[in-house]
């Protein structure tokens, strides 16, 4: 039996979708394990994409599928991927996540393992509020929510300005967006993908 793991991200410029990547590749870590990436419909105009650059930087995921809430159903868990927004998701997840009624009426997602992961432009960007206040959504949805064991050395990095929390991934832009994820955050967001698949792995059971 294969357990299937959907990675469900919004990026702007990046960030948040390297971060996915990581995500994915913890999760083929685990034997039978396997992991799509979904990016949520963008609500920007394309001429507001343009103006700011992010059009130039979301080549590198175009071709990534869009996620519809129907996708939700089939996988054994799903980790969520957003940067933050003073503190809180991004509107374009949260106008995603607001599809999802009819799957909560149903009871589809119940039981299925959640987790966040986020980016933000300072190191104190609200990168645990957003993580913590997604969670909120996914107890309503039924989801059975982990983040990233403190048995993972990374999470204990003193050496460098690091991202990552208990509560999930996480990695910092920079005000102008220079800044990419460094080598502990993205190893920290593979844990955590690894440690999504091997609980929804047992659950399976």
């Known amino acids: 039996m294969s357990t299937k793991i959907s990675v469900v991200f919004y990026s702007m410029y990046g ?13 083929k870590r685990v034997k039978g394990a396997r992991a799509e990436i979904y990016q949520v419909p963008e609500l920007v105009p394309e001429e507001t994409l343009e103006e700011s650059g992010a059009k130039k930087a979301r080549k590198e995921f175009e071709g990534v599928p869009v996620v519809e809430p129907e996708d939700l159903v089939e996988p054994d868990g799903i980790i969520f991927g957003t940067p933050t927004r003073f503190g809180n998701m991004a509107a374009q997840m949260r106008n995603f996540l607001d599809k999802t009624g009819g799957l909560w009426q149903e009871n589809e997602l119940v039981g299925k393992v959640g987790s966040v992961f986020t980016s933000t432009a300072t190191q104190h960007g609200g990168q645990e509020t957003t993580i913590t206040s997604f969670h909120t959504t996914l107890f309503h949805l039924g989801m059975v929510v982990v983040g990233v064991p403190y048995e993972n050395e990374e999470l204990m990095n003193m050496k460098e300005v690091s991202g990552g929390s208990p509560y999930g991934a996480t990695t910092l ?5 220079s800044r990419q994820p460094s080598e502990n ?9 690894e440690h999504v698949a091997k609980v929804a792995k047992k659950l399976q059971k």
């Open 173 to 177: 832009a920079g005000l102008d967006g």
């Open 185 to 193: 955050e993205l190893e920290i967001a593979r844990l955590q993908g």
């Open 15 to 27: 960030h948040t979708y390297r971060m996915a990547e990581a995500e994915s590749e913890g999760v």
